[in-house]
């Protein structure tokens, strides 16, 4: 099986981008990562390609796939044929947000 040629727009340390390099690693996919927070040029590109500026963004073969997640990039690769299943577990979440982004966690009150 060819393996699909793969660009992948990302943030350093974003769940999100995490998740999406992890289905990359459990299928052993080969892929460009662009780094969307330290180079402004690859976040432009990024932008003039899908026409928003949320991320990641995914293009696999030149198909875009803007703001997706790890499952998502790994539903894509399996309904198009790209990969086979796998039973391999992925080694980090594959749809978590960026901490800075997560909701902040209220503690629980009960009142009488």
Known sequence: MNKPKI???LKPTCGWSQGVRAILRKYDLPFEDRDII??????QE???KTGQ???PC????GRMLPDVSG??????L??????V?????PDAPTNQACAHEAPAVSPLVFRR
């Open 7 to 9: 660009i992948a727009y």
């Open 38 to 43: 330290n180079d402004p040029l690859q976040r």
């Open 46 to 48: 990024m932008i003039e």
């Open 53 to 55: 500026m949320l991320s």
């Open 58 to 61: 995914v293009e696999i073969n």
């Open 71 to 76: 499952d998502e990039v790994e539903s894509y």
């Open 78 to 83: 399996l309904a198009e044929g790209l990969v």
């Open 85 to 89: 299943p796998s039973d391999r577990v």
